[in-house]
């Protein structure tokens, strides 16, 4: 990637092959938003490191320009928290579909939320599988009739936005493809915050579950009233289903686990407590 050096960054610097989605599909909307945040915040693509599961949206990393790291099912935190410890410097930024982030690598969450580590976590919801052909979905709606669902779903759908402000996450939004300048804005939001970052994006899928007629009658913006320092607050707001709301739900300040762990470190160091490279060294 040195052959960029000193080009401006546009959001087409970011951009490499073209994407295979089918045409339609709501994540060429976040690809398109994600290449903008990054120019609007003058990042170097030898400093974005994005780390995708598998699934339709798992692609992404093939279609950025940018160091990649396309993970087995469902391991889309603890590599990025591990490329985030090894390379402090990088912006780490998660991403993948509903499938592998909240079934799949749903347990990796509540450890990535309470550490509360630097990575952006974007997920394109889509409430369904699409790259095996529409099986029902961890957010899909009870009664949709799917691949594996004939006679409709069964299962009451999570609520990825509850589930991680009670999991602790300290900056929690959600955006929508069909609204590129604020889902831009969303994620210049993420990509700035200190800590672990949610951001839900809904990404319609065109062939298997599409919901471009039934969603901009189903958004709204987060209330301006809505207080999104308050956990109380923004977990109310994440329970009212009756809208789906967009924008920022919870946003505080914490110390990060990169903070503590570097800490933690010094003082180990003070005490004279020898580092792993330092013990490799001895056996040369
Ligand atoms: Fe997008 Fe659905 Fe096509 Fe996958 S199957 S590329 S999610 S429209």
Request: glycine share 10%; with cysteine.
């Amino acid at each position: 990637m040195s052959e960029l050096g000193g080009t401006e960054l546009t959001p087409k610097t970011y951009q490499d092959q073209h994407p295979v989605w089918c045409p339609g599909c709501g994540d060429f909307g976040v690809l398109d938003a994600m290449a903008k945040a990054f120019s609007q915040l003058k990042l170097h693509p030898k400093d974005i490191v994005l780390v995708s599961g598998i699934g339709c949206s798992g692609r992404t990393p093939g279609f950025m320009k940018c160091y990649g790291f396309h993970v087995v099912h469902g391991r889309v935190l603890p590599v990025s928290m591990g490329v985030k410890l090894a390379q402090p410097a990088l912006t780490v930024v998660g991403v993948g579909g509903d499938g592998d982030a909240f079934a799949i690598g749903g347990g990796h969450i509540p450890h990535a939320a309470r550490r509360n580590i630097s990575v952006t976590y974007l997920v394109m919801d889509n409430s369904i599988y699409g790259l095996t052909k529409g099986q029902f979905s961890p957010t899909s709606p009870m009664g949709l009739e799917a691949g594996s669902t004939p006679y409709g779903s069964v299962e009451a759908p999570l609520n990825p936005l509850a589930m991680t402000i009670a999991y602790g996450a300290t900056f929690v939004a959600r955006g929508y493809s069909g609204k590129p300048k604020e889902l831009t804005d969303l994620i210049v939001r993420a990509l700035t915050h200190k800590g672990f970052a949610f951001l839900n994006v809904i990404s319609p899928c065109i062939t298997y579950y599409n919901t471009y007629k039934t969603i901009p009658q189903q958004i709204a913006p987060v209330p301006a009233t809505h207080d999104a320092s308050s956990q109380i607050a923004a977990f109310t707001l994440a329970q009212d289903t009756s809208r789906m709301y967009l924008g920022v739900f919870y946003e505080t300040t914490q110390p990060t686990y990169e903070e503590r762990l570097h800490a933690n470190v010094a003082k180990a160091a003070a005490a004279g407590v020898p580092r792993l490279d330092e013990i490799m060294a001895s056996f040369v």
